[in-house]
């Protein structure tokens, strides 16, 4: 494996989908090869099956973090063929969603003091026993919960719930203390090296140009 591993993460509707599709375009328009792979990958693999059942409701009895958090991390390892072929096509590999998500989400649904065991359990199970690899560096894309609120309304329908508001969507509280993780996962440097960008600026959104040039521009 020789490309350079770039994780895009923050909570729902902070807007990673879109900047990873800038800062890939961007990288190849500049003659840097990359591309773009998304987590949960829904469609293609058993746990992102199960996975958009969970987040469409339709799971009939609550279900652990662990338990979750298991899931998540078997979308990827399913997903380590592809994972190692677009890291071996290309200089620079996106992902939309890495291990920190998983990470940042199921330790938001425990108390303080199991937090932290919990995101080391799943980095173990990610990294050690899956055999996933780190990213060379995961991306905080920081939006406020109010205005993430408002970006996912705006996205199209998705393939896995006919509601504008999924599960996890759907529990601003979640959201909130998701957005706590990121920060102090990013201050620690959890997983390896962190960068904060903020798609705010003077209280406005960004555009997906400007907020993909700083992120482009950390790669170098
Ligand atoms: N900087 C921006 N300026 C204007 N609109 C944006 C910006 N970023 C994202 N959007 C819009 O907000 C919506 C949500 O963005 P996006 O799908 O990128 O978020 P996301 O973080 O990937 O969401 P999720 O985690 O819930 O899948 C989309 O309709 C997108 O076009
Ligand atoms: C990859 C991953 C995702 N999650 C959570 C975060 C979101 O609320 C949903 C689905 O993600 P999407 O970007 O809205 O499609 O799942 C998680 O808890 N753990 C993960 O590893």
Same mark, same amino acid.
């Given at each position: 494996?020789?490309?350079? $591993?770039?994780?895009? *993460?923050?909570?729902?509707?902070?807007?990673? =989908? @879109? +900047?990873?599709? &800038? #800062?890939?375009?961007?990288?190849?328009?500049?003659?840097?090869?990359?591309?773009?792979?998304?987590?949960?990958?829904?469609?293609?693999?058993?746990?992102?099956?199960?996975?958009?059942?969970?987040?469409?409701?339709?799971?009939?009895?609550?279900?652990?973090?662990?338990?979750?958090?298991?899931?998540?991390? $078997?979308?990827?390892? *399913?997903?380590?063929?592809?994972?190692?072929? =677009? @890291? +071996?096509?290309? &200089? #620079?590999?996106?992902?939309?969603?890495?291990?920190?998500?998983?990470?940042?989400?199921?330790?938001?649904?425990?108390?303080?003091?199991?937090?932290?065991?919990?995101?080391?359990?799943?980095?173990?199970?990610?990294?050690?026993?899956?055999?996933?690899?780190?990213?060379?560096?995961?991306?905080?894309?920081?939006?406020?919960?109010?205005?993430?609120?408002?970006?996912?309304?705006?996205?199209?329908?998705?393939?896995?719930?006919?509601?504008?508001?999924?599960?996890?969507?759907?529990?601003?509280?979640?959201?909130?203390?998701?957005?706590?993780?990121?920060?102090?996962?990013?201050?620690?440097?959890?997983?390896?090296?962190?960068?904060?960008?903020?798609?705010?600026?003077?209280?406005?959104?960004?555009?997906?140009?400007?907020?993909?040039?700083?992120?482009?521009?950390?790669?170098?």
């Amino acid at each position: 494996m020789t490309g350079l $591993l770039l994780a895009i *993460e923050g909570g729902d509707g902070a807007g990673k =989908a @879109t +900047a990873a599709a &800038e #800062v890939a375009a961007q990288l190849n328009a500049a003659g840097r090869s990359a591309t773009v792979l998304s987590f949960p990958r829904y469609a293609e693999t058993l746990g992102g099956h199960v996975l958009g059942e969970y987040l469409g409701g339709r799971l009939p009895h609550a279900a652990s973090p662990r338990a979750i958090a298991t899931l998540y991390a $078997l979308d990827r390892f *399913e997903s380590a063929a592809v994972i190692a072929e =677009a @890291t +071996a096509r290309h &200089e #620079v590999v996106v992902f939309d969603r890495y291990i920190a998500s998983n990470m940042a989400y199921q330790a938001a649904q425990v108390g303080p003091g199991e937090a932290r065991d919990l995101m080391g359990w799943i980095a173990r199970l990610e990294v050690e026993q899956f055999g996933l690899p780190l990213p060379d560096l995961s991306l905080y894309l920081d939006t406020p919960v109010e205005v993430a609120r408002g970006l996912i309304l705006r996205k199209r329908k998705r393939s896995y719930t006919d509601e504008a508001l999924d599960t996890y969507e759907a529990d601003m509280a979640l959201q909130a203390r998701v957005r706590a993780n990121y920060a102090a996962m990013a201050a620690e440097g959890l997983l390896g090296r962190w960068a904060t960008v903020s798609t705010l600026a003077d209280g406005a959104l960004r555009s997906p140009r400007e907020i993909a040039g700083e992120i482009v521009g950390l790669l170098v």
